[in-house]
Nanobody
Framework: QVELVESGGGLVQAGGSLRLSCTAT????????MGWFRQAPGKEREFVGA????????RYEHSVKGRFTISRDNAKTTVYLQMSSLKSEDTAVYYC?????????????????WGQGTQVTVSS
């Protein structure tokens, strides 16, 4: 029903900034919110943050709060993850996901659709 495509990943120096994009196509009206997750090698998929499509309400994992900002452009059906003050610990594949049910969930199992992921590598 919904296809998600991430872009914007790449190599960035520690302390730098990077903006990821996720564009949704298909039955986008069925999605209540969008989440960002990341997965480092050997680690489980980790919640980064989420945003409600309608009112822009956000929620963040404490480790990124104050450094990362999630926003959305409803007309473009695109969500963004603006990352600043990047650390080596932020290195991971970043995924966006769409959730149909109400609420800003942190569990990957709460999301219905996933993008392919985009690699973010932070060098020291």
């Amino acid at each position: 029903q919904v296809e998600l495509v991430e872009s914007g990943g790449g190599l960035v120096q520690a302390g730098g900034s990077l903006r990821l994009s996720c564009t949704a196509t298909g039955r986008t009206f069925s999605s209540h919110s969008m989440g960002w997750f990341r997965q480092a090698p050997g680690k489980e998929r980790e919640f980064v943050g989420a945003i409600v499509w309608n009112d822009g309400t956000t929620r963040y994992e404490h480790s990124v709060k104050g450094r990362f900002t999630i926003s959305r452009d409803n007309a473009k059906t695109t969500v963004y993850l603006q990352m600043s003050s990047l650390k080596s610990e932020d290195t991971a594949v970043y995924y966006c996901a769409a959730r149909s049910d109400y609420g800003l969930a942190s569990s990957p199992r709460a999301y219905d659709y996933w993008g392919q992921g985009t690699q973010v590598t932070v060098s020291s």
